[in-house]
């Protein structure tokens, strides 16, 4: 029963273009949202997150859209960078995010030169 | 200012043995989260702790896991009489406080069941 869905396991754009990963749900409890990068054998590394009293959150070339009638949530990377090849994870909380995290399964992206 | 700090890095037990896997927070820090990564998953929430309590351990196998976080020392994470389906990565974060947005995360213990 996945309550935090990445449908896309890898995802291959080219440097400077648009990344866009995106992440389902399917608790409607659930009410923050965070995004995380993991590079092979490190921790994550929070990257941005979202209320859902928002629908779009934005910090430097990170940008997270919030679509809550459509339990839909998209990261948005402008331009992309090499090293921005990593693994993202979405996660989701209840309680304002002061509880455990609901993980998706990640996206692998990949930027090409 | 060392990060969250985790040890060992990589760790091996036969079946029948006990792994004891620890979890330094970054100073300051009197949260503490355990989250399991079974391959080709995500991270899958354990157990909260904060100093002395246990908060939440809704995602903690009933038997053979335990976990503390004493006054002094690090947050243990121990697992008795292991598995081949305990291999996985074991990954602790910590905060200043309940919120997983200022949650760091350590580099992982990887333990695998032979």
């Known amino acids: 029963d996945q309550q935090v869905k990445q449908n896309s396991p890898s995802l291959s754009v080219q440097e400077g273009r648009i990344s866009i990963l995106n992440c389902d749900y399917t608790?409607?409890?659930?009410?923050?949202f965070l995004w995380y990068k993991k590079y092979p054998a490190e921790g994550p590394t929070f990257l941005i997150s979202?209320?859902?009293?928002?629908d779009k959150n934005e910090d430097g070339r990170f940008t997270v859209f919030l679509n809550k009638s459509a339990k839909h949530l998209s990261l948005h990377i402008v331009p992309s960078q090499p090293g921005d090849s990593a693994v993202y994870f979405c996660a989701a909380s209840g309680m304002g995010g002061a509880d455990g995290l609901t993980f998706g399964k990640g996206t692998h992206l990949i930027i090409q030169p | 200012n060392a990060g969250v700090m985790q040890n060992p890095r990589h760790l091996v037990r036969r079946r029948g043995q006990e792994a004891r896997l620890r979890c330094s927070p970054m100073?300051?820090?009197?949260?503490v989260y355990w989250y399991r990564q079974l391959p080709e998953e995500g991270l899958k929430f354990m157990v909260y702790?904060?100093?002395?309590?246990?908060?939440?351990e809704s995602g903690m196998p009933k038997e053979r896991f335990s976990a503390e976080f004493p006054k002094e020392g690090p947050s243990i994470l121990r697992i008795q009489q292991v598995v081949r389906g305990d291999s996985a990565a074991y990954f602790c974060a910590s905060s200043p406080n309940s919120a997983n947005t200022e949650a760091f995360f350590g580099q992982g213990t990887r333990l695998t069941v032979v």
């Open positions: 608790n409607s409890m659930f009410d923050y």
């Open positions: 979202i209320s859902s009293i928002k």
């Open positions: 702790l904060q100093k002395e309590n246990i908060i939440d």
């Open positions: 100073k300051g820090h009197s949260h």
